[in-house]
């Protein structure tokens, strides 16, 4: 998500919407990216136009041209930026997986005080 911030924000900038919508999505996009749940980041992403993929080709390459690197698949430093990518979304997603399993096998918070 994070990778995808700025992005967004351009197409938000941009999109033809009333000042009512823009408003609420700003909201949206200002929310904290710790807290953020991905159904409204998903949201957001396709009311401006953009995959909520930050994997997707498009979007790799829109990374790449702001990051200065050649936004060829075939370049390394592409191909070095897409497994960084990848690596962070499988380590976000580990993460998420275990705290939902230390929150399935943790006592109540009723207990917690006894």
């Keep these: 998500m994070a990778a995808l911030s700025p992005r967004i924000a351009y197409a938000l900038q941009e999109a033809d919407l009333s000042r009512e919508a823009r408003a609420e999505l700003r ?16 949201k957001l992403a396709r009311e401006v136009g953009v995959d909520a993929n930050a994997l997707a080709a498009d979007n790799l390459t829109w990374i790449a041209g702001q990051s200065d690197l050649p ?3 075939s370049a390394p430093e592409y191909q070095a930026m897409e497994r960084a990518l990848r690596a ?3 380590t976000k997603f580990s993460m998420q997986k275990s705290t939902l399993a230390r929150r399935r096998s ?4 009723a207990s917690l005080g006894q």
């Design 71 to 73: 936004s060829h698949p």
């Design 106 to 109: 943790s006592p109540g918070r």
């Design 27 to 42: 909201q949206t996009l200002n929310a904290s990216m710790e807290t953020m749940n991905s159904a409204a980041w998903r």
């Design 88 to 90: 962070a979304s499988r």
